[in-house]
């Protein structure tokens, strides 16, 4: 159970490197890279590290959060193609589920798509199978070598950050599939805040069947 935060780590590492390298890619100047959360314990360049490594995010130049005019807009995220916009923020989740399938050619997919049923299923009922899936989670790190356990966890982070929850590639991919039309316009804030109420609860849930899990093991 000790190496899937680890593993959990290594796979934000790798979402946010793939990022990272997708808006260089296309030209697109990054601003600063949060590894982690929490207070900032170090900086190096445009990359801040923070003590808990369970969630991040980068930001790209973009007109809503700067003043830009005339040539300076050219290379700002928010005017590029729609396609150039999806291709950065899917390079995460394709880079973690490509190391999935790496490692478990046909078992990645599975793992892959059993994980966006899982999430939601586990929050609904923290008492039952919540704690199923965290004992299954418990026995695949104790029985697995770590190479696996990464790539196992790697599929089930890129099916988490495909949910349309606020600062998610998943959100951000709706968002520009939907731009055009009449829900793009209703997008924010209503579906965020939406979305954003439906994530607290959800994650809620998963640290009371968390603790509920954890409480004899800490006896």
Known sequence: MAWI????????????????LAAMR?????????????????RIGKLRIKPLPFGGGIQLKHTETEWLE??????????QPRATRA???AAGPCALLMLALLVFPFDGIGSFGSGFVQYIEGALS????????????????????????LALVAAKVAA??????????????????????????????Q?????????LGLTLSWLLALAIYLGPLLV
């Open 87 to 89: 291709l950065i923020a």
């Open 160 to 189: 988490f950050n495909l949910l349309p929850f606020p600062g998610s590639s998943g959100a951000f991919l709706l968002q520009i599939l939907f731009e055009r039309s009449p829900l793009g316009r209703h997008w924010p804030p």
């Open 191 to 199: 579906a965020t805040q939406a979305t954003l109420l439906l994530f």
């Open 126 to 149: 923290p008492f039952a199978h919540a704690q199923q899936l965290l004992r299954l989670a418990h026995e695949a790190a104790d029985g697995q070598a770590f190479l696996p356990l």
């Open 26 to 42: 296309f030209g697109i100047p990054i601003r600063k890279i949060d590894y982690g959360l929490g207070p900032t314990l170090l």
């Open 5 to 20: 935060p680890l593993a959990v780590a290594l796979c934000l590492a790798l979402h946010l490197g793939a990022i990272a």
């Open 70 to 79: 005339g040539d300076a807009k050219r290379d700002a995220l928010d005017v």
